[in-house]
């Protein structure tokens, strides 16, 4: 192993899941460059260990190539090489599919899909000049378990499920690991925002849709997302070094009933 740091790029790390992976790797010695399009930070942890050794922020938007391209370029020159890329950034729409448009279509796919897409078409280059590198992409249990007002957020995440498995098949030769993980209910901001929706649109009180999402679950509670971060971590390093093209289920259990 070289004496450097080991090098992580984290997409989606204004807040949330994104955020507590950034930290999390951060925490663990890794060089990590936080990437969102959010032009503020979140007010936790993220903000607080930009002004850490080994965490900085790059505002970037995933679904942009020039702007992917230009990136992954400067992270290159600045650090030597990427050993681990976390494509969590995501966008979720609450809404019936006969009110949705081909803008929301475009939009929704382009973060969702475009994003892990293009990442990894500009960063398996870099790994494999070092014959190795690990690629974690965030799918959902909405892959597996459709919902209601929800169609093309599943149909995305459904779509990084086949991705993450024929890249891993594409990336064996060259030492890289391609995996994914599926969380179920997590307290992020983009649940919360999902979960507001769903009041908007049913007329219920968010309180009750709260209560009830929360009841559903067999822990009868919300993941945290730095319980996402430890799975993405595992798959991310070598206790994982067996594993490719497997997806990880962070779901209490949602699939298996």
Same mark, same amino acid.
């Given at each position: 192993?070289?004496?450097?740091?080991?090098?992580?790029?984290?997409?989606?790390?204004?807040?949330?899941?994104?955020?507590?992976?950034?930290?999390?790797?951060?925490?663990?010695?890794?060089?990590?460059?936080?990437?969102?399009?959010?032009?503020?930070?979140?007010?936790?942890?993220?903000?607080?260990?930009?002004?850490?050794?080994?965490?900085?922020?790059?505002?970037?938007?995933?679904?942009?190539?020039?702007?992917?391209?230009?990136?992954?370029?400067?992270?290159?020159?600045?650090?030597?090489?990427?050993?681990?890329?976390?494509?969590? /950034?995501? %966008?979720?729409? *609450? =809404?019936? @599919?006969?009110?949705?448009?081909?803008? &929301?279509?475009? #939009?929704?796919?382009?973060?969702?899909?475009?994003?892990?897409?293009?990442?990894?078409?500009?960063?398996?280059?870099?790994?494999?000049?070092?014959?190795?590198?690990?690629?974690?992409?965030?799918?959902?249990?909405?892959?597996?378990?459709?919902?209601?007002?929800?169609?093309?957020?599943?149909?995305?995440?459904? /779509?990084? %499920?086949?991705? *993450? =498995?024929? @890249?891993?098949?594409?990336?064996?030769? &060259?030492?890289? #690991?391609?995996?994914?993980?599926?969380?179920?209910?997590?307290?992020?901001?983009?649940?919360?925002?999902?979960?507001?929706?769903?009041?908007?649109?049913?007329?219920?009180?968010?309180?009750?849709?709260?209560?009830?999402?929360?009841?559903?679950?067999?822990?009868?509670?919300?993941?945290?997302?730095?319980?996402? /971060?430890?799975?993405?971590?595992?798959?991310?390093?070598?206790?994982?070094?067996?594993?490719?093209?497997?997806?990880?289920?962070?779901?209490?259990?949602?699939?298996?009933?």
């Amino acid at each position: 192993m070289p004496d450097r740091k080991r090098v992580a790029l984290v997409t989606g790390a204004a807040r949330g899941i994104g955020e507590a992976t950034a930290v999390g790797f951060s925490q663990a010695g890794y060089q990590v460059v936080g990437v969102d399009q959010i032009e503020q930070v979140g007010a936790s942890g993220l903000k607080t260990a930009i002004a850490r050794e080994g965490l900085v922020y790059a505002k970037c938007d995933v679904g942009d190539e020039r702007q992917v391209e230009r990136l992954v370029g400067q992270i290159v020159d600045q650090f030597e090489t990427i050993d681990v890329l976390v494509n969590n /950034a995501g %966008l979720v729409l *609450t =809404k019936p @599919l006969t009110e949705t448009d081909l803008d &929301d279509f475009e #939009r929704i796919f382009g973060v969702n899909v475009g994003g892990p897409f293009l990442m990894c078409k500009h960063v398996v280059p870099v790994m494999r000049r070092n014959r190795r590198g690990s690629i974690v992409n965030l799918a959902s249990v909405s892959a597996y378990v459709g919902s209601v007002n929800n169609v093309l957020y599943c149909a995305s995440k459904g /779509a990084v %499920l086949a991705f *993450t =498995k024929a @890249l891993a098949v594409e990336l064996a030769q &060259d030492g890289i #690991r391609v995996n994914s993980i599926s969380p179920g209910y997590i307290d992020t901001p983009m649940l919360r925002d999902d979960l507001a929706a769903q009041s908007r649109l049913t007329g219920l009180a968010l309180e009750e849709i709260v209560k009830r999402e929360e009841g559903g679950q067999l822990f009868k509670r919300f993941a945290s997302p730095t319980e996402v /971060a430890e799975a993405i971590f595992f798959l991310a390093n070598d206790g994982a070094s067996f594993i490719t093209g497997a997806d990880l289920l962070v779901d209490c259990g949602w699939v298996a009933r």
